[in-house]
């Protein structure tokens, strides 16, 4: 919502308040000012009044003219296809500095003198009204020749744009801005005069008749003109370009500045659209009745003219410059037409956005102003008194006491200093009885409808800023949620992770359905699928975080990174799309940092080193052969991850076909599930004093055998003594033939003593004979 | 003899040194040979004989041991030295990884709220009609709906377009007295230069009974943070509309750039908008079935915390895994 200062001062005297106490009252009042325009016009440029106009000898497009300025008369060559003779105008006189920085000085134009130039108005930094200069009219006060056009109000002006929040349909015009304004300084608000010399015109009964069923929450007013010549006067045009809109034609210009100015919904008709004839009488017949979707429509005969609030028929309009128009403006409260509409959605005009937030429901306000001023426009002839239609309305009356109030804000504010606020507001507040009040909400404040509503423009005016702050004093209560520890093991987790290098991202949970299917994942169910994303690359909930993860490597590698590491823990969904948190993790390319310690050649990152990352975050796993069932990995390099026995994720090498196809180094992916990593309390076990003992066994075992089957029966078979075992070694000979030889360390220790050789020896004899016996490996 | 002392302190190397050390002390060594030929010394000298080569045994072996050292520790610097590096060659950036601004920032909130004594709690991204937007006083028809654009599922589910659809959750489940936050991601159908389809949230609720909470205490508290979130800023409350909150305002900090002076970030006016917040409206607890209860809330956007403390310029960035921006924050 775009006001100026000149055009509120229509309605309140806010000529003592600069631009910038403006925009901090409107802002304390909740209207939020989003961009402040001063108009700042230079000195030295006056009006002045065209009293010669002669065609440039030697040029066709040019005009030699005489200004008078009051003091003196110059004669300046102006280009302007509009100039005439007998216009008022604007003269940049000799010495001005035009806004681009151009100073006027004496010229010859193809041999003719001229002292100074006639501006347009965006030469002076105006809103543009559109080519050629400008024709001034009394619209702007009188004109005085000579006088700087700095000094009028209507052109060195403040534009103040504010965003106006979807409650605040009241304030969606120049006339509800001053009234919240009026509230704020505690001033009178200006009231738009009736119309003029009603008794002498024709009535408008004599020519038009409005028929309308019952009940419909319709308000309307009509007025008939019959026009001759309007012209949109030049601080209308003005006006118009400052809020940025252009208008067909003059009466729509006419009647979109009445609705600007007022807030009431104003309409034009042509009277030729509705006449039927009856006899010799020729009379317009206008019917309100519901359509077949409950939409309250103004019909001609049998054709619709309009959808009241909503639409208008492009026929009913009035295109001609002369003739009987019909002015309408109407009302609907606003949650009968936004209902109307969530429920049969059709198409909807300019005034749509405002009737849904609530247009002025004061009727006359609007047409008195519109008629007003294309009075003094036009010649045309104005029909006498209205036609109207008004529904029943009862006002919403709210009942609050001055403790509730208090309570609410925290902070005492005296009945006096309330009752004042809210009748400036326009509240109307009965008799009271000791501190309760009875409050009687004005019509044209939709939102206002509880105690709370009330307590937030008493806020408002009173000014936030001004409300002492108090800490609140709170019952002692345990705080640590579920959420809570949830948030610690994310905590946990994450900076396990960051620790051993991966950098966090964060990724959109949407995803690229024919992607994910291509890489065989499973994708929600059609049927509970997105219906409106955003764009086809988002276009379902992904199941997985490798995809993500996946396309940030590539984008990091193409930006020139040796090696990536990234990690995110977020939101996957099932094709039932339920919601589980999942954590990812991915490693592209160098093991190592290029430096002087592997002269600028560091190995690529391994299956090994890799699985020791995750560890290093998760804790002690176990990595089971597996093949997945998405075709990202290498299926010889790929596992499934165990955690305290109980499998939690996956972990591989991609596939080198997805390398390429995203153009990656070497890259290994892990992607776990998030709530089977343990956040539980420690318990400790007890630890041995006694010093440990190391055992290497070098076993003959056939190439394929997997270590799980070996580590299975050392498991069953060990004693407590033997507190670790890990391969060290795995080589293939020749002189091996079909088998390999695996090395695997043992640590030995006791709680009660230090172990002594034979100890030893007998532990490692069992592991001997029961791998003998279930597997039948022997020693090398 | 006294050529030997001159010969242990002029040695140059520990294998000189032992060299000497057996011309001394070996079996064969001047030592060896004075005890023989103290043997053929006359017994009246014999005990002055034995008592001076004594004293030359003692001084030599302690200077022998002296030179000893001096030479070993020589001799290792010497070693030490030939290993010498250029430290200077060993400058290094940094294998650490790093946690993402925004999650860093969330952290940081929610250490805040806990701190203040209010639960974290979470819910479903995926939620009903009900939860986002009913009870929280958005009827289908409200028009501040426009100001979310919603994503749908086909069977009428949403993904939620605020967090405010947990603190109905929680209300639902528990009685009050509340005092929560709700952390997490959040989805609006607007993708351009300063939207993202996805952004995260916090928002606060706090219920207590009727007449026991104020606006006064909201802005202790929303004062009382953003001061810790952003060091001493100026804070401005600005009254503005939410369908779930009655009076509602807009947070405002004097802006961080320029101090309040006026610069692009805060289009010139020396403010940035931070925070949304309220006292309850009356239809959110009527939606809960709450009786006789008053309360708070307030809710903000995550990215811009981040994007502002950080001086983080593009929001997308944030989404994008981009290590140029994320290595940063090591």
């Not at chain 1, 799309?577 to 999942?582: G, H, L, N």
């Not at chain 2, 070996?26 to 005890?35: C, N, P, V, Y």
Request: glycine share 6%.
């Amino acid at each position: 919502m775009i006001i100026t200062k000149s055009w509120l001062n229509e309605f309140i005297n806010i000529e003592d308040k600069s631009a910038d106490e403006l925009a901090k009252t409107l802002n304390s009042i909740g209207l939020e000012v989003d961009r402040v325009v001063e108009y700042k016009i230079p000195q030295k440029i006056v009006f002045g009044h065209v009293i010669e106009c002669e065609r440039h000898p030697d040029a066709d497009k040019l005009n030699v003219c005489k200004v008078d300025v009051g003091t003196a008369v110059y004669q300046i060559v102006c280009g302007a296809a509009n100039v005439k003779k007998g216009l008022h105008v604007a003269v940049a006189t000799l010495g001005a500095i035009m806004p681009n920085g151009l100073e006027i000085k004496p010229v010859q134009l193809r041999g003719v003198d001229s002292e100074g130039m006639i501006c347009s108005a965006s030469e002076l930094g105006l809103a543009d009204i559109g080519s050629g200069i400008i024709e001034f009219d009394n619209s702007i006060g009188k004109i005085v020749l000579g006088q700087e056009l700095s000094q009028n109000k209507y052109l060195q002006d403040t534009l103040i744009e504010i965003e106006l929040t979807a409650n605040r349909g009241d304030c969606l015009s120049i006339y509800g801005v001053a009234r919240d304004l009026c509230a704020a300084y505690s001033r009178p608000l200006v009231k738009i005069a009736d119309g003029e010399g009603e008794e002498r015109r024709m009535g408008i009964g004599r020519i038009l008749q409005l028929t309308h069923a019952d009940d419909l929450d319709v308000n309307l007013r009509y007025k008939a003109i019959d026009i001759k010549e309007m012209k949109v006067p030049f601080l209308t045009s003005l006006r118009l370009a400052q809020i940025e809109e252009k208008q067909s034609s003059d009466l729509d210009a006419f009647l979109f500045y009445g609705t600007y100015t007022t807030g009431v919904a104003l309409r034009a008709y042509d009277y030729e659209f509705f006449k039927v004839s009856e006899g010799s009488e020729k009379k317009a017949k206008i019917a309100l009745n519901l359509d077949n979707l409950g939409f309250a429509t103004i019909f001609a005969k049998d054709q619709v003219a309009s959808v009241v609030g909503i639409n208008q028929n492009d026929a009913s309009k009035m295109s001609k410059n002369e003739g009987i128009v019909i002015i309408e403006a109407s009302y609907v409260p606003p949650h009968i037409i936004s209902k109307q509409m969530a429920q049969n959605k059709i198409p909807s005009g300019h005034l749509f956005y405002r009737t849904s937030r609530g247009s002025e429901p004061k009727l006359n306000i609007g047409l008195n102003y519109f008629i007003g001023m294309f009075d003094k426009s036009s010649t045309s002839e104005i029909y006498g008194g209205t036609i109207e239609l008004c529904d029943d309305h009862e006002p919403v009356v709210i009942s609050v006491s001055l403790d509730e109030i208090n309570s609410i804000i925290g902070m005492n504010i005296d009945k006096t200093t309330i009752t004042k606020i809210l009748q400036n507001l326009g509240f109307d507040i009965g008799k009271s009885q000791g501190t309760n009040f009875v409050i009687s909400v004005p019509r044209f404040r939709h939102d206002i409808l509880n105690k709370q509503d009330v307590v937030e423009e008493i806020v408002r005016l009173v000014g936030i800023d001004n409300i002492k702050s108090k800490p609140f004093l709170l019952k002692e209560k345990n705080a640590l949620s579920a959420g809570y520890f949830e948030f610690k093991k994310l905590r946990k987790y994450r900076h396990s992770a960051a620790n051993q290098g991966f950098f966090e991202t964060v990724h959109f949970v949407f995803n690229e359905k024919s992607k994910l299917k291509e890489y065989g994942f499973t994708c929600i169910d059609e049927t509970l699928e997105l219906l409106n994303p955003i764009v086809n690359t988002l276009d379902t909930m992904r199941p997985t975080l490798m995809l993500g993860l996946l396309n940030a490597v590539s984008l990091n590698t193409k930006s020139g990174y040796k090696d990536v590491r990234l990690f995110e823990i977020g939101s996957v969904f099932s094709a039932a799309r339920e919601e589980s948190t999942k954590m990812g993790f991915i490693y592209s390319g160098d093991a190592y940092k290029d430096g002087i310690l592997n002269s600028g050649k560091s190995s690529k990152m391994d299956f090994g080193s890799f699985v020791q990352l995750i560890s290093n975050v998760v804790g002690d796993i176990d990595l089971v052969a597996y093949t997945p069932t998405h075709d990202l990995a290498n299926p010889y390099q790929c596992a499934k991850i165990v955690f305290k026995g109980q499998e939690i994720g996956e972990l591989f090498k991609l596939h080198p076909m997805v390398q390429d196809a995203f153009d990656l180094d070497q890259t290994f992916v892990c992607e776990i599930d998030f709530s089977k990593l343990s956040f539980d309390l420690i318990e400790a076990k007890p630890t041995s004093k006694y010093q440990a003992s190391f055992r290497d066994l070098s076993l003959v075992i056939p190439q394929n055998l997997p270590y799980t089957e070996v580590q299975k029966v050392i498991d069953e078979c060990k004693s407590q003594q033997v507190v670790r075992f890990y391969p060290i070694n795995k080589y293939i000979d020749f002189n091996l033939g079909e088998n390999a030889s695996l090395t695997i360390r043992f640590v030995l220790q006791s709680l009660e003593k230090t172990l002594e050789e034979d100890d030893i020896t007998s532990n490692m004899n069992a592991i001997l004979n029961a791998l003998n016996e279930k597997l039948g490996l022997t020693l090398r | 003899m006294k050529e030997w002392y001159e010969r242990i302190q002029t040695a140059q190397n520990v294998e000189d040194l032992e060299n000497i050390r057996i011309a001394i002390f070996g079996k064969k060594g001047i030592l060896a040979q004075q005890f023989e030929v103290m043997k053929s010394v006359p017994n009246e000298e014999k005990a002055n004989f034995a008592k001076e080569l004594n004293t030359h045994k003692n001084e030599l072996t302690s200077l022998f041991n002296e030179q000893k050292t001096v030479l070993q520790t020589k001799e290792l610097y010497e070693a030490m030295k030939a290993e010498a590096l250029d430290v200077s060659l060993f400058s290094t950036t940094s294998r650490k990884g790093a946690l993402h601004p925004v999650m860093e920032t969330m952290d940081r909130i929610v250490e805040y709220f806990s701190s203040m004594n209010f639960s974290v709690e979470t819910g479903p991204m995926v939620e009903d009609d009900f939860h986002n937007f009913e009870a929280l006083n958005l009827p289908k028809y409200h028009p501040a709906r426009d100001m979310q654009d919603t994503f749908y599922f086909k069977d009428e589910m949403l993904l939620r377009t605020h967090t405010s659809p947990v603190q109905i959750r929680t209300m639902l489940h528990t009685k009050p007295p509340i005092r929560m936050i709700a952390p997490g991601a959040v989805f609006r159908r607007d993708y351009d230069l300063t939207h993202t389809p996805m952004f995260h949230q916090v928002e606060g609720l706090l219920v207590d009974e009727e007449g026991k909470v104020s606006f006064a205490n909201l802005k202790f508290i929303l004062e009382d943070f953003l001061k810790y979130m952003f060091g001493d800023v100026e804070v401005r409350f600005r009254p503005s509309f939410f369908p779930f909150t009655e009076p509602s305002a807009e947070v405002d900090i004097s802006c961080i750039f320029c101090k309040g002076d006026g610069c692009r970030v805060c289009s010139h006016t020396g403010w940035l908008e931070v925070l949304g917040c309220g006292i309850v409206d009356p239809n959110v607890f009527k939606a809960v079935k709450y009786t006789q209860v008053s309360g708070y809330a307030f809710g903000l956007g995550v990215e811009r915390f981040a994007m502002l403390i950080h001086h983080i310029g593009d929001l997308r960035s944030l989404f994008e895994g981009d290590v140029r921006l994320l290595e940063q924050f090591q």
